[in-house]
């Protein structure tokens, strides 16, 4: 079985590639892939349990590269039905710290115009420390926060290929989950700026939807180099000075 609750009210049933909704008390299954799959399905109020995209893809790409497995996740939200034209989720299920969402829309707009992946659905689901560890303890056995889990749609992609759908359904890059509160304390000790950390940790988590990886220094290597030309260009277009996430790990 793929994993069960992590941020939400009811455990996964075995048919781990469905959603599992409990709507006027009664259990619907309905099948997708990602966030935003549900978003663009979903009425409000309902209680869900969501099979990441990971669970499609059988990967799930994590902050220092690792693989973990297929997995399940749980945003407890209720969603309005307005998303059925939009290819971008940006959702923040915390409280401890703000988030400037159109700020940080602008941003991930950006950086996926520099990669060429536009036309490809993207959900950020911004979470605190309490979710982001239990993810980080669940996925990599390591029981403290992180900053950025990402969860790609299509499996096994060489570092900067493009994913080949086969139609309008697989026209997804998958899911990146924010630490926001982690991101926000490791800003606070570092004397750096908040907002241009969170478009740097986006950055590095689209790449990892993009087959990027860091678990060796070649890796690392051809990670790096990709973002720094992705925010080579955000620094020309927003007058900012933006380094890497990995720019010191070798």
Avoid at 74 to 94: C, H
Avoid at 228 to 250: A, V, W
Wanted: include cysteine; aromatic fraction near 8%.
């Amino acid at each position: 079985l793929y994993v069960s609750i992590i941020l939400g009210f009811q455990a996964l049933t075995p048919e781990c590639n469905y959603l599992n909704l409990k709507e006027l008390g009664s259990p619907i299954q309905m099948e997708t892939k990602s966030v935003l799959s549900y978003l663009k399905l979903a009425q409000p109020k309902s209680e869900v349990v969501w099979i990441s995209a990971a669970s499609a893809a059988g990967q799930c790409l994590v902050s220092n590269g690792a693989s973990i497995g297929k997995t399940g996740i749980l945003p407890p939200a209720a969603y309005s039905s307005s998303f059925n034209e939009m290819s971008l989720i940006i959702r923040n299920l915390q409280r401890a710290v703000s988030v400037r969402r159109a700020l940080l829309r602008k941003r991930v707009d950006q950086i996926r115009h520099i990669l060429g992946v536009q036309q490809f659905d993207l959900a950020i689901i911004c979470i605190s420390n309490h979710h982001i560890q239990r993810l980080n303890r669940t996925y990599r056995s390591k029981n403290i926060p992180t900053d950025v889990l990402s969860f790609p749609f299509h499996e096994n992609l060489k570092p900067g290929e493009l994913p080949k759908a086969c139609g309008r359904d697989e026209l997804n890059l998958g899911d990146i989950f924010l630490g926001v509160e982690y991101i926000h304390q490791q800003c606070e000790e570092n004397k750096e700026d908040y907002s241009s950390i969170l478009t740097v940790t986006v950055a590095h988590g689209l790449c990892h939807l993009l087959g990027y990886r860091h678990n060796t220094e070649e890796e690392w290597q051809q990670m790096y180099e990709r973002e720094t030309q992705i925010l080579q260009e955000i620094n020309r277009l927003s007058g900012t000075n933006l380094q890497p996430l990995t720019k010191n790990l070798f």
